[in-house]
């Protein structure tokens, strides 16, 4: 089993910072991918940022220049350091790890980004 356990959320006004962190642990070779989604209700969940095995690092448009994705191989934790927030950043933020070699997908419980303006 892996299980991931993400940290960070919270509220924070406009232009203020956060830094979600989550950690995998249990029995796993490596991840093709680790990264963070996010869904606002009634949308489908979106990429925000994902770091390959190669150390290819992915953001969406919206976050480019303020979000920087970091992971800790030794502990199994990526980092998501959120800049300049915005309102509309506001929604649940999910780990997600893809598990090499097996491509299969791990999701964390999510956790509440607010940003109030």
């Known amino acids: 089993q892996v299980q991931l356990v993400e940290s960070g959320g919270g509220l924070v006004q406009s232009g203020g910072s956060l830094r979600l962190s989550c950690a995998a642990s249990?029995?796993?070779?490596?991840?093709?991918?680790m990264g963070w989604y996010r869904q606002v209700a009634g949308k489908e969940r979106e990429l925000v940022a994902q770091i390959s095995i190669g150390d290819s690092t992915t953001y969406a448009n919206s976050v480019k220049g303020r979000f920087t994705l970091s992971r800790d191989s030794a502990k199994n934790t990526v980092y998501l350091q959120m800049n300049s927030l915005k309102p509309e950043d506001t929604t649940v933020y999910y780990c997600?790890?893809?598990?090499?070699?097996?491509?299969?997908?791990?999701w964390g419980q999510g956790t509440q980004v607010t940003v109030s303006s």
């Open positions: 249990g029995s796993f070779f490596s991840f093709n991918y």
């Open positions: 997600n790890v893809v598990l090499y070699p097996t491509g299969r997908n791990i």
